[in-house]
Structure formats: C-alpha cells, structure tokens
T-cell receptor, first 113, second 111 residues
Framework: NAGVTQTPKFQVLKTGQSMTLQCAQDMNHNSMYWYRQDPGMGLRLIYY???????DKGEVPNGYNVSRLNKREFSLRLESAAPSQTSVYFC????????????FGQGTRLTVV | KQEVTQIPAALSVPEGENLVLNCSFT??????LQWFRQDPGKGLTSLLLIQSSQREQTSGRLNASLDKSSGRSTLYIAASQPGDSATYLCAVNTSGSRLTFGEGTQLTVNP
C-alpha cells in the first residue's frame, strides 16, 4: 500500500515563483492535512480538510492556498513564494478528524532563494 | 493554547538498555495522543495511538502510557537496538482538527 504520497520530494524556487505541492492518499480517509516542519518550531498545521468539499485554516495559513480535489487528493499552492516558506512540507490523512490515527507522507523539501 | 514539551531533547544509550521518553502537555482535554518516529530526511511513521479513555498501548518492544489528568505520556522502549535510532515525536489531538507536536527527542542507540 502506498499510503500517503507527496510530489515532488525536492524543489527549489526563486522568490515570487508559484508552485503546487501534490498529495494523494489511498486509504479512503476523510480528513487530510498540510503541515510544515521547521527547526526549533516543530510541525505546524497550515490547512486541513475535514471531509471532501471542505477546507479550513490551521495555525500558519498565510501565503498558502489549498484545494481538496476529491476524496483522495489535497493540494497546497504557494502563489508567490518567499524565503520564509523554505521548509519541509508534510501531507497527512486520517479516517476522520477526532479520534483516529494520522498517517504522514514522506515530505517535500522546499527551498526558496 | 495547547503546548507540548518533550524531554530530553537528545538521548544517547548503549544497545540493550531500556529507556523512557517523556512528553507533557498543558491542556488535558485531548481526544488522543500519538507517538511517531522520524528518521533523518524522512516522513513520520506512526508508532502508537492512545485514545483519551485509555491508559496505555503496546506494540512489540514499545509501550506508551497516558496520564491525562497530569498531562503526561511516556514512551518506553525495551531492549533498545541501533535501528531504534531516530527522532521520536509526541503529538496531541485537542481540537479534533489538528495535532500539536512536541519538538521531539533525538535518540541514538550505540552498538
């Protein structure tokens, strides 16, 4: 089983460029999440989608947009990348919001120069 | 606001030792607590999930306990092996929509 798959694994952007990080899960989960991981800050929630058709802001949503394309796919878009968005991005999914185990992808390492 | 602290930040032990990793959280109104393992440059692997109504969970050499009233969880690793070397992350689900993570304990098990 693939679980949660993220693409790309690595990306270098110039300031002001845009890009979309893709995430897909094959576990028939309802809820999906985007986190970023920074040294000294831990993992922080950017956006989440509790179910297909809904999205909500997390702790650090500024500079990002998301799309829940269908039940399997949840994408994260950077419209105008900034050096502060240099980070490792993780997508996660869970069967539902509250009481189920979360599964994570392998991450996308993004550098904005 | 929920805050999660993990102590120690780093731990180095000889192979074969039993060890305990600690996690504390400030808001005891949690849905569940999850322990993860992260290898360098990799994603997070779920180790154990403890629901708020449970006291402990076991998987192989791993045992996690939860004391919700005191805001504490421990991850016990028995008979540690070099392959256990990784960063261990504790995360609590408070709001139902997000996990709040600690910064992790970096474990090194020396052969």
């Amino acid at each position: 089983n693939a679980g949660v798959t993220q693409t790309p694994k690595f990306q270098v952007l110039k300031t002001g460029q845009s890009m979309t990080l893709q995430c897909a899960q094959d576990m028939n989960h309802n809820s999906m999440y985007w986190y970023r991981q920074d040294p000294g800050m831990g993992l922080r929630l950017i956006y989440y989608s509790a179910s297909e058709g809904t999205t909500d802001k997390g702790e650090v949503p500024n500079g990002y947009n998301v799309s829940r394309l269908n039940k399997r796919e949840f994408s994260l878009r950077l419209e105008s990348a900034a050096p502060s968005q240099t980070s490792v991005y993780f997508c996660a999914s869970s069967r539902r919001r509250s009481d189920t185990e979360a599964f994570f992808g392998q991450g996308t390492r993004l550098t904005v120069v | 606001k929920q805050e999660v602290t993990q102590i120690p930040a780093a731990l180095s032990v000889p192979e074969g030792e039993n060890l305990v990793l600690n996690c504390s959280f400030t808001d005891s109104a949690i849905y569940n607590l999850q322990w993860f393992r992260q290898d360098p440059g990799k994603g997070l692997t779920s180790l154990l999930l403890i629901q708020s109504s449970q006291r402990e969970q076991t998987s192989g050499r791993l045992n996690a306990s939860l004391d919700k009233s005191s805001g504490r969880s421990t991850l016990y690793i028995a008979a540690s092996q070099p392959g256990d070397s990784a960063t261990y992350l504790c995360a609590v689900n408070t709001s139902g929509s997000r996990l709040t993570f600690g910064e992790g304990t970096q474990l090194t098990v020396n052969p």
